[in-house]
């Protein structure tokens, strides 16, 4: 029995390493946005607004309340005419309606205040998920080009081998000198030390990943074609960025600028802040409260003056005169704030126009490198197949191979960063702009518009 249980265990354990889960982008996008405790977090403070309303909304109704008591006294009390003015036990019960209102209206901004602060806070989420977003596609690409990375080194290994057994062959037959093994060697050893380097960075790339996503257990990532392009697909700014049909920076920052949730929170921010300022100077004003009261009495024995049922109603008119500047305070405080949240919607602007600006600079940039290094490699290719025939027959010298060599795997590694970097570029002008939520959601529905 325990060698079955066991025999089990290691028949899981060996499936699980096989057959490891293998993971698209949009899965990542669709566990990343499920699992952050980020999203999670603002999400909680879009909920802890919406109560913000709800509490605003109460101060626009009224407030009925109930009361009721009893009292046991020592003993009974009576006047010098022997009438009873204390009973022994009394017990009261009644209802009250309150209601209290500012003449300057300042229940009606706070509940206005608190209706914004909701959409505030829906652009924050959609901000907090764009932002998340591309960080899973940053880190997404990290780890794809660490791949990349794994697989160039592991290409050279095998070179090297082959060029290190050529070298070895030549040498028993006298046609290279004992150095030329030495160095293909050497060359060898340092490939593979490269190897093992490239494959930690895997390692580690692989951990950040599964850190951001929330990913458990061991698990490999594929490429997204229909997100990968080349870039003869991205002739059009339009095709990177729906509503710019222009290839032109003002287009990209006028989307930015309608876009980007950042900017619209802070245009919210700025109108809270306009109407905090006028409900402080909202306690100028006297505040009315309105009740309405119902009482019961029961009295044993009951005394001459009872009055069992009483109803009965007040208003009150109440005016500050003198509170030791706390109005002023708080008015100047207000303005402070809205003069704040002004100088914070500029900020944040200029930091768009920089952010769009950067990002269409390193996507041309991507864009026109791309190309070269793909002929690039080409050549590299030709020249070290040309190279290596070369040194099969004698025509060439070993340190030729191993500068064929360096120029192949400089060429295929500058080529696995741009395309990455390439699509990283798209999608950070999309973030920059304010449209990479969007273009998730209208391609792959993972998604929901806020």
Not at 13 to 29: G, H, R
Not at 257 to 275: F, G
Not at 362 to 379: A, C, I, N, R
Request: neutral net charge.
């Amino acid at each position: 029995m325990k060698r079955f249980v066991l025999s089990c265990f290691v028949i899981m354990l060996l499936y699980s390493q096989v057959f490891a889960l293998e993971y698209t982008l949009d899965d990542l996008y669709k566990m990343a946005l499920e699992r952050s405790e980020k999203i999670k977090i603002s999400e909680e403070d879009l909920f802890i607004a919406e109560k913000g309303k709800d509490k605003a909304l109460s101060a626009l109704l009224p407030k009925l309340s109930g009361v009721g008591g009893y009292t046991h006294y020592r003993d009974n009390k009576t006047n010098d005419n022997e009438s009873l003015i204390q009973s022994e036990d009394a017990t009261n019960w009644g209802f009250r309606l309150d209601q209290s209102f500012s003449l300057a209206g300042r229940e009606i901004i706070a509940y206005g205040v608190a209706k914004k602060g909701i959409g505030k806070s829906r652009y924050d989420l959609f901000a907090v998920k764009e932002g998340y977003i591309y960080t899973v596609t940053s880190t997404y690409y990290d780890l794809m080009k660490a791949k990349k990375v794994v697989d160039i080194a592991r290409q050279n290994v095998e070179r090297l081998t082959k060029y290190r057994d050529a070298a070895s062959t030549r040498l028993k037959v006298g046609e290279v000198t004992k150095t030329t093994l030495l160095r293909a060697e050497a060359e060898l050893s340092g490939a593979q030390s490269d190897l093992i380097k490239a494959e930690n960075v895997q390692k580690f790339a692989k951990a950040v990943l599964a850190r951001v996503v929330g990913i458990r257990g061991d698990f490999e990532v594929k490429e997204t074609q229909d997100l990968l392009l080349d870039a003869s697909r991205h002739d059009d700014i339009n095709s990177v960025v729906k509503g710019c049909t222009l290839p032109t920076i003002d287009c990209l920052k006028e989307t930015a600028y309608a876009e980007r949730a950042e900017l619209k929170s802070s245009d919210l921010q700025k109108s809270i802040a306009d109407a905090t300022v006028k409900f402080t100077k909202g306690s100028y004003w006297p505040t009315v409260a309105v009740e309405g009261v119902y009482q019961k009495k029961i009295e044993s024995p009951e005394t001459q003056s009872l009055i069992r049922d009483n109803l009965y109603g007040g208003v009150r008119l109440v005016f500050p005169f003198f509170e030791g500047g706390l109005r002023a305070a708080e008015v100047q405080e207000a303005a402070a704030k809205k003069r704040q949240a002004d100088y914070t919607f500029e900020d944040i602007k200029k930091s768009v126009t920089v952010e769009v600006e950067n990002a269409y600079l390193d996507f041309l940039t991507q864009k026109g490198t791309l190309k070269s290094l793909e002929d690039q490699l080409v050549f590299a290719k030709d020249n070290f197949n040309a190279v290596t025939k070369q040194f099969e027959y004698g025509l060439a010298h070993s340190i030729d191979v191993m500068d064929a060599n360096t120029l192949l795997v400089t060429a295929q590694r500058q080529l696995a960063d741009v395309i990455y970097n390439y699509q990283l570029s798209v999608a950070r002008l999309r973030r920059t702009t304010g449209t990479l939520l969007q273009f998730v959601v209208g391609n792959n529905g993972v998604l929901q518009k806020p």
